[in-house]
């Protein structure tokens, strides 16, 4: 990163501004063995478990299940680890998404994950029952829209996204992924305007 760039970035965020930990490693992801492996330690040093409990938390893990096609979603490796590491820490993990085309658990039956999930006694729902959360923005107004309950009474969202080009956003990453806990019929039209 240049000099200037990375001085106009430290500038840009307040000294207030809460701090995130990021935990980076290389790895193929073909090697499945080495992602499950990988994953617990980067959630350690990331400081998750020692920045809130999650003991007893109810934690809503949202992975990416866009359709049956796996490069659209998040690998059933990354979604097991990361649960089987939440369940260690003590939380009450429930899975679950609202895709744009067919159903949570049909993606995730199609894809691996529900298989992936199977010995860790967790299944993947679909994000239902909305309830009105109105935001304010900037330009346009307020925008209504239903989000999950599950959602909404989580204690904590815990965001597993697939990282990709997006012919709308241009990229999607985790704040994208959360998209995911919208739902209803309103949810293609919001995701275009909105």
């Known amino acids: 990163m240049s000099q200037s760039l990375s001085s106009f970035l430290r500038q840009d965020v307040p000294a207030s501004a809460p701090r995130a930990a990021v935990a980076l490693q290389r790895f193929s992801p073909a090697d499945s063995g080495a992602v499950a492996q990988a994953l617990p330690l980067l959630l350690d040093r990331a400081g998750l478990a020692s920045s809130f409990s999650l003991c007893s938390a109810h934690v809503l893990v949202k992975p990416n299940l866009l359709t049956a096609t796996p490069l659209a979603c998040t690998s059933p490796?990354?979604?097991?680890?990361?649960c089987r590491w939440?369940?260690?820490?003590?939380?009450?993990?429930?899975?679950?998404d609202s895709p744009g085309f067919g159903t949570a658990t049909a993606v995730a039956r199609q894809t691996g994950v529900e298989e992936a999930l199977r010995p860790l006694g967790l299944r993947v729902e679909s994000l239902a029952d909305p309830r009105p959360l109105e935001l304010p923005l900037r330009r346009g107004g307020p925008v209504s829209f239903g989000v999950a309950r599950v959602a909404l009474e989580s204690d904590v969202i815990?965001?597993?996204?697939?990282v990709k080009a997006h012919s709308q956003m241009r990229l999607t990453l985790a704040v994208k992924n959360l998209f995911g806990c919208v739902c209803g019929l309103r949810?293609?039209?919001?995701?275009?305007r909105q």
């Open 158 to 162: 815990f965001s597993l996204p697939r």
């Open 77 to 82: 490796v990354v979604v097991a680890a990361v």
């Open 86 to 96: 939440l369940l260690d820490q003590g939380a009450r993990v429930r899975v679950g």
């Open 187 to 192: 949810k293609a039209l919001i995701h275009t």
